[in-house]
Protein backbone atom coordinates (compact mmCIF):
# COMPACT_ATOMS: atom_id res chain seq x y z
CA UNK A 1 0.00 0.00 0.00
CA UNK A 2 1.33 3.58 -0.88
CA UNK A 3 1.06 6.17 1.87
CA UNK A 4 2.61 8.77 0.22
CA UNK A 5 -0.41 9.34 -1.80
CA UNK A 6 -4.07 8.47 -1.42
CA UNK A 7 -4.86 8.45 -4.67
CA UNK A 8 -6.06 5.01 -6.05
CA UNK A 9 -6.26 4.09 -2.21
CA UNK A 10 -9.72 2.07 -1.81
CA UNK A 11 -11.59 1.65 0.70
CA UNK A 12 -10.83 -1.59 1.63
CA UNK A 13 -7.00 -1.32 2.07
CA UNK A 14 -4.55 -3.39 3.63
CA UNK A 15 -2.09 -3.79 6.24
CA UNK A 16 0.68 -5.78 4.85
CA UNK A 17 3.49 -7.84 6.37
CA UNK A 18 5.77 -10.71 6.41
CA UNK A 19 3.14 -13.53 4.77
CA UNK A 20 -0.09 -12.30 6.28
CA UNK A 21 -2.29 -8.71 6.00
CA UNK A 22 -5.01 -7.19 7.77
CA UNK A 23 -7.86 -5.23 6.37
CA UNK A 24 -8.35 -1.64 7.43
CA UNK A 25 -11.01 0.08 9.33
CA UNK A 26 -12.76 3.26 7.78
CA UNK A 27 -10.08 5.74 8.56
CA UNK A 28 -10.71 9.89 8.40
CA UNK A 29 -7.29 9.74 6.17
CA UNK A 30 -9.21 7.82 3.20
CA UNK A 31 -12.10 9.84 3.54
CA UNK A 32 -12.13 12.02 0.05
CA UNK A 33 -11.84 8.32 -1.72
CA UNK A 34 -14.63 6.44 0.17
CA UNK A 35 -17.23 9.90 -0.05
CA UNK A 36 -17.47 9.35 -3.70
CA UNK A 37 -18.85 6.12 -3.24
CA UNK A 38 -21.68 5.34 -1.00
CA UNK A 39 -21.72 3.91 2.35
CA UNK A 40 -22.37 0.16 2.90
CA UNK A 41 -25.28 -1.69 3.62
CA UNK A 42 -24.74 -4.81 5.53
CA UNK A 43 -27.21 -7.20 6.70
CA UNK A 44 -26.77 -10.45 9.37
CA UNK A 45 -29.16 -13.40 10.45
CA UNK A 46 -28.95 -14.73 13.79
CA UNK A 47 -31.15 -17.85 14.05
CA UNK A 48 -32.34 -18.83 17.19
CA UNK A 49 -33.61 -22.58 17.01
CA UNK A 50 -36.40 -24.53 19.40
CA UNK A 51 -39.01 -21.40 19.55
CA UNK A 52 -39.22 -18.92 21.29
CA UNK A 53 -41.74 -15.40 22.61
CA UNK A 54 -41.02 -12.03 22.79
CA UNK A 55 -44.43 -10.13 22.13
CA UNK A 56 -44.09 -6.72 23.63
CA UNK A 57 -47.08 -5.64 25.50
CA UNK A 58 -47.75 -2.64 23.30
CA UNK A 59 -46.93 -1.55 20.27
CA UNK A 60 -45.89 1.68 19.00
CA UNK A 61 -42.62 3.62 20.16
CA UNK A 62 -44.05 3.36 23.71
CA UNK A 63 -43.30 -0.31 23.61
CA UNK A 64 -41.46 -2.04 26.66
CA UNK A 65 -38.13 -3.98 26.48
CA UNK A 66 -39.88 -6.98 28.70
CA UNK A 67 -38.13 -10.13 29.45
CA UNK A 68 -36.69 -11.79 27.38
CA UNK A 69 -35.80 -8.28 25.12
CA UNK A 70 -34.86 -6.50 28.41
CA UNK A 71 -30.99 -5.89 27.66
CA UNK A 72 -31.44 -4.04 23.98
CA UNK A 73 -32.33 -1.01 26.09
CA UNK A 74 -28.88 0.45 24.69
CA UNK A 75 -29.76 0.15 21.77
CA UNK A 76 -33.77 0.61 21.55
CA UNK A 77 -33.87 3.85 19.16
CA UNK A 78 -32.79 1.52 16.47
CA UNK A 79 -34.86 -2.07 17.23
CA UNK A 80 -37.79 -3.02 15.99
CA UNK A 81 -39.89 -5.75 16.98
CA UNK A 82 -42.22 -7.06 14.65
CA UNK A 83 -45.30 -9.31 15.67
CA UNK A 84 -48.07 -11.25 14.64
CA UNK A 85 -46.64 -12.36 11.12
CA UNK A 86 -46.46 -16.15 10.36
CA UNK A 87 -44.00 -18.51 8.54
CA UNK A 88 -46.55 -20.63 6.38
CA UNK A 89 -43.85 -23.04 4.33
CA UNK A 90 -42.84 -24.88 7.66
CA UNK A 91 -46.34 -25.81 8.02
CA UNK A 92 -47.71 -29.38 7.19
CA UNK A 93 -49.75 -32.13 8.46
CA UNK A 94 -46.66 -34.55 8.96
CA UNK A 95 -44.00 -34.54 11.64
CA UNK A 96 -40.79 -32.59 10.86
CA UNK A 97 -41.22 -29.03 12.43
CA UNK A 98 -37.99 -28.12 13.43
CA UNK A 99 -36.10 -28.95 9.82
CA UNK A 100 -38.76 -27.14 7.93
CA UNK A 101 -38.85 -24.13 10.46
CA UNK A 102 -34.87 -23.97 10.30
CA UNK A 103 -34.64 -23.98 6.46
CA UNK A 104 -38.13 -21.89 5.55
CA UNK A 105 -36.52 -18.88 7.45
CA UNK A 106 -34.56 -17.78 4.97
CA UNK A 107 -35.95 -19.77 1.91
CA UNK A 108 -39.35 -18.79 2.27
CA UNK A 109 -40.33 -22.22 1.00
CA UNK A 110 -41.07 -25.70 2.30
CA UNK A 111 -37.97 -28.13 2.18
CA UNK A 112 -38.31 -31.13 -0.32
CA UNK A 113 -39.02 -33.91 1.81
CA UNK A 114 -36.94 -36.30 1.94
CA UNK A 115 -33.99 -33.73 0.63
CA UNK A 116 -31.75 -31.76 0.46
CA UNK A 117 -33.58 -29.69 -1.88
CA UNK A 118 -34.03 -26.38 -0.78
CA UNK A 119 -34.29 -22.96 -2.78
CA UNK A 120 -31.83 -20.31 -2.98
CA UNK A 121 -32.12 -18.07 0.48
CA UNK A 122 -32.19 -14.85 1.02
CA UNK A 123 -28.86 -14.17 2.46
CA UNK A 124 -27.18 -15.57 -1.05
CA UNK A 125 -29.97 -13.10 -2.92
CA UNK A 126 -28.83 -10.08 -1.17
CA UNK A 127 -25.10 -11.12 -1.16
CA UNK A 128 -24.61 -10.87 -4.76
CA UNK A 129 -25.48 -7.15 -5.00
CA UNK A 130 -24.01 -6.25 -1.21
CA UNK A 131 -20.92 -8.35 -0.91
CA UNK A 132 -19.87 -7.55 -4.66
CA UNK A 133 -16.56 -6.60 -4.85
CA UNK A 134 -16.17 -8.15 -0.53
CA UNK A 135 -13.32 -10.67 -0.18
CA UNK A 136 -15.93 -13.05 1.70
CA UNK A 137 -19.30 -13.06 -0.25
CA UNK A 138 -21.50 -14.21 2.67
CA UNK A 139 -19.88 -15.08 5.93
CA UNK A 140 -21.82 -18.54 7.00
CA UNK A 141 -21.34 -19.41 10.96
CA UNK A 142 -23.11 -22.21 12.90
CA UNK A 143 -22.55 -22.66 16.80
CA UNK A 144 -22.97 -26.71 16.34
CA UNK A 145 -21.39 -28.94 13.83
CA UNK A 146 -23.69 -31.04 12.98
CA UNK A 147 -27.68 -32.65 14.14
CA UNK A 148 -30.08 -35.63 13.98
CA UNK A 149 -31.86 -36.16 11.39
CA UNK A 150 -36.24 -35.81 12.10
CA UNK A 151 -38.80 -37.66 10.76
CA UNK A 152 -37.18 -38.89 8.10
CA UNK A 153 -35.90 -34.90 6.48
CA UNK A 154 -32.34 -34.91 5.60
CA UNK A 155 -30.19 -34.01 9.21
CA UNK A 156 -28.82 -30.73 6.97
CA UNK A 157 -32.99 -29.46 7.43
CA UNK A 158 -31.44 -28.87 11.34
CA UNK A 159 -28.03 -27.91 10.77
CA UNK A 160 -27.99 -25.49 7.84
CA UNK A 161 -29.52 -21.52 8.03
CA UNK A 162 -28.10 -20.55 4.51
CA UNK A 163 -28.26 -22.69 1.06
CA UNK A 164 -27.50 -21.65 -2.25
CA UNK A 165 -29.94 -23.75 -3.54
CA UNK A 166 -31.00 -27.32 -4.81
CA UNK A 167 -29.13 -29.77 -2.48
CA UNK A 168 -26.12 -27.18 -1.36
CA UNK A 169 -26.03 -25.99 1.39
CA UNK A 170 -23.89 -22.97 2.21
CA UNK A 171 -20.69 -24.27 3.89
CA UNK A 172 -20.68 -23.42 7.12
CA UNK A 173 -17.92 -22.40 9.66
CA UNK A 174 -17.93 -24.00 13.06
CA UNK A 175 -14.12 -23.31 13.94
CA UNK A 176 -13.48 -19.58 14.76
CA UNK A 177 -9.95 -19.69 14.27
CA UNK A 178 -10.88 -21.08 10.72
CA UNK A 179 -12.97 -18.00 10.25
CA UNK A 180 -10.35 -15.66 11.97
CA UNK A 181 -7.96 -16.75 9.20
CA UNK A 182 -10.45 -16.00 6.71
CA UNK A 183 -11.29 -12.66 8.18
CA UNK A 184 -7.43 -11.50 8.54
CA UNK A 185 -5.76 -13.56 6.46
CA UNK A 186 -5.09 -14.38 2.24
CA UNK A 187 -7.40 -15.47 0.24
CA UNK A 188 -6.73 -19.36 -0.58
CA UNK A 189 -6.27 -21.92 1.34
CA UNK A 190 -3.08 -22.33 0.26
CA UNK A 191 -2.01 -18.77 1.14
CA UNK A 192 -3.83 -18.77 4.65
CA UNK A 193 -2.08 -21.81 4.93
CA UNK A 194 1.50 -20.46 4.24
CA UNK A 195 0.78 -17.39 6.86
CA UNK A 196 0.36 -19.49 9.97
CA UNK A 197 3.54 -21.27 9.10
CA UNK A 198 5.20 -18.06 8.59
CA UNK A 199 3.52 -16.90 12.65
CA UNK A 200 4.10 -20.42 13.96
CA UNK A 201 7.89 -20.13 12.98
CA UNK A 202 8.39 -16.68 14.08
CA UNK A 203 6.57 -17.64 17.35
CA UNK A 204 4.50 -14.30 15.97
CA UNK A 205 1.18 -12.75 15.79
CA UNK A 206 -0.90 -11.46 12.87
CA UNK A 207 -0.25 -7.74 14.20
CA UNK A 208 3.66 -8.32 14.31
CA UNK A 209 3.79 -9.31 11.13
CA UNK A 210 2.04 -5.96 10.05
CA UNK A 211 3.52 -4.08 12.46
CA UNK A 212 6.33 -1.97 10.09
CA UNK A 213 2.86 -1.06 7.77
CA UNK A 214 1.09 0.37 10.79
CA UNK A 215 4.22 2.27 12.27
CA UNK A 216 4.36 3.87 8.28
CA UNK A 217 0.67 4.49 8.37
CA UNK A 218 0.78 6.27 12.18
CA UNK A 219 3.25 8.95 10.48
CA UNK A 220 0.55 10.28 7.58
CA UNK A 221 -2.40 9.77 9.30
CA UNK A 222 -4.12 12.74 11.92
CA UNK A 223 -4.46 12.54 15.64
CA UNK A 224 -8.44 10.97 15.25
CA UNK A 225 -7.03 8.13 13.25
CA UNK A 226 -4.40 7.36 14.98
CA UNK A 227 -6.27 7.24 17.68
CA UNK A 228 -8.61 4.88 15.75
CA UNK A 229 -6.23 2.53 14.18
CA UNK A 230 -4.66 2.01 17.91
CA UNK A 231 -8.07 1.08 19.03
CA UNK A 232 -8.81 -1.85 16.00
CA UNK A 233 -5.24 -3.16 16.34
CA UNK A 234 -5.71 -3.31 20.15
CA UNK A 235 -8.92 -4.86 19.48
CA UNK A 236 -7.81 -7.47 17.01
CA UNK A 237 -4.92 -8.54 19.09
CA UNK A 238 -7.10 -9.16 22.58
CA UNK A 239 -9.46 -11.29 20.24
CA UNK A 240 -6.02 -13.46 18.62
CA UNK A 241 -5.03 -13.47 22.44
CA UNK A 242 -8.88 -15.17 23.32
CA UNK A 243 -8.62 -17.49 20.44
CA UNK A 244 -5.09 -18.31 21.98
CA UNK A 245 -3.91 -18.42 17.83
CA UNK A 246 -0.42 -17.16 18.94
CA UNK A 247 1.78 -20.35 19.74
CA UNK A 248 2.73 -20.47 23.70
CA UNK A 249 4.28 -23.10 25.59
CA UNK A 250 1.42 -24.48 26.30
CA UNK A 251 -0.11 -24.08 22.45
CA UNK A 252 2.79 -26.66 20.23
CA UNK A 253 3.33 -25.16 16.58
CA UNK A 254 0.99 -26.54 14.36
CA UNK A 255 -2.10 -27.03 17.41
CA UNK A 256 -5.26 -25.10 16.55
CA UNK A 257 -6.40 -25.09 20.04
CA UNK A 258 -9.55 -22.54 19.45
CA UNK A 259 -11.52 -25.40 18.32
CA UNK A 260 -13.52 -27.41 20.89
CA UNK A 261 -13.91 -24.22 22.72
CA UNK A 262 -17.12 -24.41 25.54
CA UNK A 263 -20.04 -23.08 23.38
CA UNK A 264 -20.96 -19.83 25.41
CA UNK A 265 -17.56 -19.00 24.52
CA UNK A 266 -17.89 -19.75 21.05
CA UNK A 267 -21.04 -17.85 20.47
CA UNK A 268 -18.68 -14.78 22.08
CA UNK A 269 -15.98 -15.27 19.44
CA UNK A 270 -18.34 -15.63 16.92
CA UNK A 271 -20.12 -12.33 17.22
CA UNK A 272 -16.34 -10.72 17.57
CA UNK A 273 -15.90 -12.18 14.03
CA UNK A 274 -18.69 -11.37 12.41
CA UNK A 275 -18.35 -7.24 13.81
CA UNK A 276 -14.14 -7.57 12.74
CA UNK A 277 -15.54 -9.20 9.19
CA UNK A 278 -18.04 -6.05 9.06
CA UNK A 279 -15.65 -3.44 10.51
CA UNK A 280 -13.09 -4.38 7.87
CA UNK A 281 -15.12 -4.47 4.94
CA UNK A 282 -14.12 -8.49 4.38
CA UNK A 283 -18.54 -9.08 3.82
CA UNK A 284 -21.71 -7.28 4.01
CA UNK A 285 -23.62 -10.03 4.73
CA UNK A 286 -23.55 -12.82 8.06
CA UNK A 287 -25.13 -15.74 8.88
CA UNK A 288 -25.33 -17.25 12.24
CA UNK A 289 -27.39 -20.38 13.22
CA UNK A 290 -26.83 -19.65 17.03
CA UNK A 291 -27.43 -23.98 17.64
CA UNK A 292 -29.20 -26.53 15.63
CA UNK A 293 -33.30 -27.05 15.58
CA UNK A 294 -33.73 -29.31 18.01
CA UNK A 295 -30.22 -29.12 20.04
CA UNK A 296 -29.52 -30.68 23.04
CA UNK A 297 -27.44 -28.24 23.72
CA UNK A 298 -27.40 -27.31 27.86
CA UNK A 299 -27.28 -24.12 29.22
CA UNK A 300 -26.30 -25.25 32.61
CA UNK A 301 -23.53 -21.69 32.41
CA UNK A 302 -26.46 -19.81 33.01
CA UNK A 303 -28.16 -22.32 35.62
CA UNK A 304 -30.43 -24.22 32.96
CA UNK A 305 -29.27 -28.07 32.74
CA UNK A 306 -30.10 -30.38 30.20
CA UNK A 307 -31.06 -31.09 26.91
CA UNK A 308 -32.52 -27.32 25.27
CA UNK A 309 -35.23 -29.37 23.09
CA UNK A 310 -36.53 -31.29 25.62
CA UNK A 311 -36.85 -28.07 27.72
CA UNK A 312 -38.33 -26.14 25.06
CA UNK A 313 -41.11 -28.92 24.96
CA UNK A 314 -42.17 -28.29 28.48
CA UNK A 315 -45.42 -26.49 28.48
CA UNK A 316 -45.62 -25.67 32.23
CA UNK A 317 -45.00 -22.26 33.40
CA UNK A 318 -41.36 -23.50 34.83
CA UNK A 319 -40.57 -24.58 31.33
CA UNK A 320 -41.63 -21.83 29.55
CA UNK A 321 -39.39 -19.64 32.10
CA UNK A 322 -36.51 -21.17 31.13
CA UNK A 323 -36.99 -20.93 27.17
CA UNK A 324 -37.15 -17.33 28.10
CA UNK A 325 -33.87 -17.33 30.30
CA UNK A 326 -32.16 -19.03 27.36
CA UNK A 327 -33.94 -16.35 24.67
CA UNK A 328 -32.87 -13.99 27.24
CA UNK A 329 -29.03 -14.75 27.07
CA UNK A 330 -28.99 -15.15 23.59
CA UNK A 331 -30.14 -11.31 22.81
CA UNK A 332 -28.11 -10.50 26.01
CA UNK A 333 -25.11 -11.31 23.42
CA UNK A 334 -26.37 -9.91 20.48
CA UNK A 335 -27.16 -6.64 22.10
CA UNK A 336 -23.73 -6.62 22.91
CA UNK A 337 -22.25 -6.94 19.33
CA UNK A 338 -24.87 -4.23 18.31
CA UNK A 339 -23.77 -1.81 20.70
CA UNK A 340 -20.27 -2.50 19.12
CA UNK A 341 -21.44 -1.38 15.89
CA UNK A 342 -23.45 1.47 17.48
CA UNK A 343 -20.07 2.85 18.59
CA UNK A 344 -17.89 2.52 15.83
CA UNK A 345 -17.94 5.72 13.86
CA UNK A 346 -18.68 5.60 10.16
CA UNK A 347 -18.50 9.03 8.62
CA UNK A 348 -21.31 11.24 10.25
CA UNK A 349 -22.94 8.40 12.18
CA UNK A 350 -22.26 4.98 12.96
CA UNK A 351 -22.22 1.55 11.52
CA UNK A 352 -25.65 0.80 13.09
CA UNK A 353 -26.94 3.57 11.47
CA UNK A 354 -26.10 1.71 7.99
CA UNK A 355 -27.34 -2.15 9.35
CA UNK A 356 -30.10 -4.54 9.05
CA UNK A 357 -29.31 -7.45 12.19
CA UNK A 358 -32.45 -9.72 12.27
CA UNK A 359 -32.58 -11.95 15.09
CA UNK A 360 -35.35 -14.79 15.04
CA UNK A 361 -36.39 -18.51 14.47
CA UNK A 362 -39.03 -20.43 12.65
CA UNK A 363 -40.95 -21.83 15.95
CA UNK A 364 -43.44 -19.27 17.89
CA UNK A 365 -43.82 -22.23 20.41
CA UNK A 366 -41.50 -24.75 20.67
CA UNK A 367 -43.33 -26.67 23.16
CA UNK A 368 -46.46 -27.26 20.48
CA UNK A 369 -44.29 -26.83 17.08
CA UNK A 370 -46.30 -23.48 15.88
CA UNK A 371 -45.05 -21.68 12.96
CA UNK A 372 -47.49 -18.52 13.94
CA UNK A 373 -46.42 -15.69 15.74
CA UNK A 374 -42.75 -16.26 14.97
CA UNK A 375 -40.38 -14.22 16.94
CA UNK A 376 -38.33 -11.55 15.12
CA UNK A 377 -36.93 -8.41 15.26
CA UNK A 378 -34.23 -6.11 13.78
CA UNK A 379 -31.74 -3.81 14.78
CA UNK A 380 -30.93 -1.13 12.42
CA UNK A 381 -31.85 1.89 10.02
CA UNK A 382 -30.33 0.86 6.89
CA UNK A 383 -29.45 4.79 6.19
CA UNK A 384 -32.78 5.44 7.10
CA UNK A 385 -35.10 3.12 5.50
CA UNK A 386 -35.95 2.04 8.66
CA UNK A 387 -37.23 3.88 11.75
CA UNK A 388 -36.73 2.13 14.80
CA UNK A 389 -37.61 2.42 17.74
CA UNK A 390 -41.02 0.55 17.63
CA UNK A 391 -43.21 -2.36 17.71
CA UNK A 392 -45.30 -3.13 14.72
CA UNK A 393 -47.86 -5.93 14.59
CA UNK A 394 -48.48 -7.20 11.16
CA UNK A 395 -51.24 -10.05 12.28
CA UNK A 396 -51.54 -12.74 9.85
CA UNK A 397 -48.81 -11.46 7.54
CA UNK A 398 -46.43 -14.12 5.61
CA UNK A 399 -43.20 -13.83 7.41
CA UNK A 400 -41.53 -13.32 3.76
CA UNK A 401 -43.13 -9.79 3.31
CA UNK A 402 -40.19 -8.94 5.91
CA UNK A 403 -37.55 -10.37 3.95
CA UNK A 404 -38.99 -8.22 0.77
CA UNK A 405 -39.46 -5.02 3.25
CA UNK A 406 -35.32 -5.51 4.44
CA UNK A 407 -34.51 -5.90 1.17
CA UNK A 408 -35.68 -2.66 -0.58
CA UNK A 409 -34.85 -0.96 2.55
CA UNK A 410 -31.37 -1.99 1.70
CA UNK A 411 -31.13 -0.88 -1.54
CA UNK A 412 -32.02 -4.23 -3.48
CA UNK A 413 -35.05 -3.55 -5.40
CA UNK A 414 -37.33 -6.71 -4.71
CA UNK A 415 -41.30 -7.10 -5.36
CA UNK A 416 -41.50 -11.14 -3.78
CA UNK A 417 -39.86 -14.07 -2.38
CA UNK A 418 -40.90 -16.65 -1.16
CA UNK A 419 -44.17 -16.96 -0.28
CA UNK A 420 -44.61 -12.98 0.06
CA UNK A 421 -47.27 -11.30 -0.56
CA UNK A 422 -45.57 -7.79 -0.50
CA UNK A 423 -43.62 -6.10 2.00
CA UNK A 424 -43.92 -4.32 5.06
CA UNK A 425 -43.99 -0.57 6.30
CA UNK A 426 -41.11 -0.09 8.57
CA UNK A 427 -40.56 3.73 8.21
Known amino acids: MSLGTKKGIKRRSFLRGAGTFISLPVLEYFMPVAIAAPLPKRVVYCYMPNGGKWKPSATGSGFPLEMPLQDLAAVKDYVTVISGLQLGPAKSTINGDHSRALTAFLSGRTPQFPGPNVTTTIDITLAQTLSAGSRVANLCLAGEEHAAAESGYTADYQSCLSWLGGASPNPRDVDPAVVFDRIFGADTAADQKGQRAVRQ ?29 KEYLQAVRDLESRMSIVPTETCPTGKRPATGVAYETRVKLFYDLIYHALACGVTNVATFLLASESTNQSYDFIGIPGSHHDISHDSSDA ?29 GGNMLDNSVLMMGGGLGDGAHHKHDEIPVFIVGKSGGAIRGGQH ?36
Open 319 to 347: GYAKIAKIVAWHVGQFSAFCQRLKATPEL
Open 392 to 427: LNFEGQAFCNLHVAVANALGVTMTQFGDSTGGLSLG
Open 201 to 229: AAGKSILDAVLTEANSLNRVIGASDRYRL
